[in-house]
C-alpha cells in the first residue's frame, strides 16, 4: 500500500479515506459562527418571589438602599442562620427591580464554588454575553469585563448564603483562576449586597466593618406582626406574646411554628403550642426540627430552625474543632456573664501573667493594675 504524505478535509466534510498512514493528517473544523444577539434590555434573576407576609424591620432596608446607592457600594448583613438575612435580601431586590427598572438585578446563591460559577453563567446568558458559550470561554472573566464597564448600566449582585471563606478565596478546581472574589468588581456603576453568617468572609467581601449591618432577633411589635400575617389572626394575644418570647423572636423559628399551627387548624392553636413547647427539652427539639417547608428558601435548605442551627454549628466544626467544643462546654452554662477564666486553659494563665508583666512594663510606672486588669483580665460572655 502506498504511503500517502499528507491528507486535509475540507470545509465541506470531504476529503481523502485512509486505511493507514505513517504521516500527519491534518483535519479543519469548521463551526459555524455564533449569531449576534441584541443586547437585551435590564432585568432581574431573583429565583424567590416576593413574601406577601415581609415584615420591615426598622430602617434595615433603608441602611442597605443608602449604601448601595454609593457608587461600587458594597454592604453584608451579618448573623446567625434564621435571623432573616435572606428574606431581607428578597425583599430588597424586589424593591429595587420595582423602582429601577433600569438596573440591573442578579442573584447568585453563594454556598459552594460550583454554585457561583452557575450565578456567573446566569449573568453571562441574561445580558447575552458573546462567546459564552464557546468551548473554551472564560465565563467569570467575560462577566468581569460586562460588569466592569460603566456602558451596561447601573447592576447589584447579591451573593446569598456566602458562608465558607474558601468559596470566593480558595484556588478551587482550576488553579489558574483567580479566586472568585476576583470576578465582582468595584466598579462605579455596581454594587454588591451580601448575606453570611461568617463575620471575616463579610469584612473581607465588602472591606471592613463600617459596610455590614448585624441582623438578630426581631423586635417583639416585628415578631407578633409576622406570627399574625404568617396565622392571618391573632385571637389570642397574650399566648401570642409568650409564644414569640418563646421562640427567642427568631423570624424563621415563628413561622416555622405558625406553619405547624395552620396546618394542623383546627386542632392546633398558639395556646396549643405553646403548652407542647414548654413540656420539656424533646418536646421543644422535635418542634424545633419540624420541617413544614419554606416556599421562599434556597432548595436543600431546611426551614426548620433546629436543622439550620445544627449545620451552623457543623460548619465551625469543620473549619474549627477546638471552637466547636468551646460553644460545647459554654452551653452547660448560664448564658449571662460566663467567666473567661473557667474556660482558658490552666496552662494559659502563666503566658497571661507573663503579658501582664511585659505590658506594665511598656506602659510604665504611672500604669495602675486597674489599667491592665481592664486590658486583659476583665473578660467575661454575655448573652443580652
Not at 106 to 130: S, Y
Not at 207 to 233: C, F, H, V, W
Request: proline fraction near 7%; include cysteine.
Amino acid at each position: 500500500m502506498a504511503q500517502i504524505p499528507s491528507a486535509s478535509f475540507g470545509p465541506l466534510n470531504q476529503g481523502l479515506q485512509v486505511g493507514q498512514s505513517y504521516a500527519p493528517i491534518n483535519a479543519e473544523f469548521h463551526l459555524p459562527p455564533e449569531r449576534l444577539e441584541t443586547p437585551p434590555p435590564p432585568s432581574a434573576t431573583i429565583p424567590f418571589s416576593r413574601d406577601p407576609d415581609f415584615v420591615d424591620r426598622g430602617d434595615i432596608l433603608d441602611q442597605i438602599d443608602q449604601r448601595c446607592s454609593e457608587p461600587a457600594g458594597r454592604v453584608a448583613l451579618v448573623g446567625l442562620g434564621g435571623v432573616g438575612k435572606s428574606q431581607l435580601a428578597i425583599e430588597y431586590a424586589h424593591r429595587t427591580a420595582a423602582k429601577e427598572p433600569d438596573r440591573w438585578v442578579f442573584w447568585v446563591h453563594a454556598g459552594t464554588q460550583a454554585r457561583v460559577e452557575e450565578g456567573l453563567k446566569a449573568i453571562a446568558d441574561a445580558v447575552k454575553l458573546p462567546g459564552r458559550r464557546q468551548p473554551k470561554a472564560d465565563v467569570p472573566q467575560l462577566v468581569y469585563s460586562w460588569l466592569s464597564n460603566e456602558r451596561n448600566r447601573r447592576w447589584i449582585v447579591i451573593l446569598d448564603s456566602a458562608d465558607d471563606v474558601d468559596v470566593f478565596f480558595g484556588a478551587g478546581s482550576n488553579p489558574e483562576r483567580r479566586p472568585l472574589a476576583a470576578y465582582f468588581p468595584q466598579s462605579p456603576n455596581g454594587s454588591l449586597l451580601v448575606t453570611t453568617r461568617i463575620k471575616d468572609l463579610a469584612y473581607k467581601l465588602v472591606g471592613g466593618y463600617k459596610n455590614t449591618i448585624e441582623i438578630g432577633p426581631m423586635a417583639q411589635s416585628d415578631a407578633l406582626l409576622l406570627l399574625e400575617r404568617k396565622l392571618s389572626l391573632l385571637s389570642d394575644k397574650d399566648s401570642a406574646e409568650e409564644l414569640v418570647r418563646a421562640l427567642e423572636y427568631v423570624p424563621l423559628a415563628i413561622s416555622q411554628a405558625a406553619a405547624y399551627i395552620q396546618r394542623r387548624s383546627p386542632r392546633s392553636s398558639v395556646k396549643k403550642y405553646l403548652v407542647e413547647f414548654r413540656k420539656g427539652e424533646s418536646n421543644r427539639a422535635w418542634l424545633l426540627s419540624h420541617d413544614e417547608g419554606e416556599f421562599r428558601r434556597e432548595g436543600g435548605a431546611s426551614s426548620a430552625i433546629l436543622v439550620t442551627w445544627q449545620i451552623s454549628f457543623e460548619h465551625i466544626r469543620s473549619k474549627r474543632a477546638s471552637a466547636a467544643d468551646l460553644l460545647s462546654l459554654m452551653s452547660f452554662f448560664d448564658r449571662q456573664g460566663i467567666p473567661e477564666s473557667l474556660l482558658r486553659p490552666p496552662h494559659m494563665e502563666g503566658v497571661i501573667q507573663e503579658r501582664r508583666s511585659t505590658v506594665q512594663h511598656d506602659l510604665g510606672s504611672n500604669s495602675s493594675d486597674d489599667e491592665i486588669d481592664n486590658d486583659e483580665t476583665d473578660n467575661g460572655f454575655e448573652d443580652n
